[in-house]
């Protein structure tokens, strides 16, 4: 079965860095894109960050550019995502993501991680 397990979520204080990692199993994740997604209380879930886990090719949210950066391990089977200078308002529950079409719904979730930020 495919499963991906993320990890590295926790409490920061403001202008500090978390890195998240999500590990991969059961699927080819090197034929693949990836992403992340966040969703805080009463918000609706929204796109952080895609890395092609074959070509390493990335884009980002808004939100995420120039403080967050989405990367990928040298078997391509496990993506990351740096994020520095963080804010009280990164605080959601983020998820790992990978789809196995472009222009299609993400086909598998990780479980999230809880990623609070105080000020």
């Known amino acids: 079965q495919v ?3 993320e990890s590295g979520g926790g409490l920061v204080q ?3 860095s978390l890195r998240l990692s999500c590990a991969g199993s059961g699927l080819t994740f090197s034929s693949y894109n990836m992403g ?3 969703q805080a ?3 609706e879930r929204e796109f ?3 890395i092609s886990m074959s070509t390493g090719n990335t884009a980002y949210a ?3 550019k120039g403080r ?3 990367s990928r391990s040298n078997a391509k089977d496990t993506v990351y995502l740096q994020m ?3 804010k009280p308002e990164d605080t959601a529950v983020y998820y790992c993501a990978v789809r196995v079409r472009t222009r299609s719904a993400y086909d598998y979730w990780g479980q999230g991680t809880q990623v609070t930020v105080s000020s």
Do not use: C
């Open 3 to 5: 499963q991906l397990v």
């Open 14 to 16: 403001a202008g500090g």
């Open 36 to 38: 992340w997604f966040r």
């Open 41 to 43: 209380p009463g918000k």
């Open 48 to 50: 952080v960050a895609t």
């Open 62 to 64: 808004d939100s995420a």
């Open 68 to 70: 967050f950066t989405i």
């Open 84 to 86: 520095n200078s963080l």
